[in-house]
């Protein structure tokens, strides 16, 4: 699980890690980049949280790192949670604030108003749900605050036929392709959380 989880979020930490040192190097302003520029602090901040929530957050899932190191799972915790919302509140920032991207429009907007809302208030149950040691919930909400932070990688998948096919581009694509990223992996991430109840749940024959 955690090797497909980091191959999935390769390529948007490597978009990720250009931009940033183009920032870093006083790049030349353009029209794709100008708002990046005027403003770098919250993109640089998105992208290293992204980054990082995406490769530590991968092992976080793994059920045989839990029970080999649950005090690395305890302490990488207390460093993702922070970062899941540092990733979240910049996400909505940087749709208030930035210059849409061309193609992006206000059904875009929504759709990262929703997601980075649902993050944050993921990972805030999460940390709720475990101080009154409801291991459970905390994971069942965790997972769910992962999913929609690893987003960006799912969407580089449903982006293809986007690119693929110029004659559909457009802003009513463009957000259906976004929107997909997200829906798919918090579909997903149902799955397992609905699994791991069910096997948890005691059978019929412990009952009687």
Known sequence: MPALLIALSVIP???????????????AVTEENARFVAAPIPVVLHIVGASLWSLLGAFQTSPAVRRRNPGW??????????LGLIVAFTGLWMTC????AAFDGPLVDLFRFAAGSAMAISIGLGISAIRRRDVFAHGAWMIRGYAIGLGAGTQVLTHIPW???????????RALCMGAGWAINVAV???IIHRRSFLRAPSPLAIR
Do not use: C, D, M
């Open 13 to 27: 930490i490597v978009g990720g890690a250009a931009r940033v040192g183009e920032l870093a190097g006083n790049p």
């Open 73 to 82: 799972h305890r302490k990488t915790g207390r460093v993702l949670a922070p």
């Open 97 to 100: 604030f930035y210059p849409r």
């Open 163 to 173: 690119f693929l096919f110029p004659g559909i581009q457009g802003e009513l694509s």
């Open 189 to 191: 991430a149902e799955w």
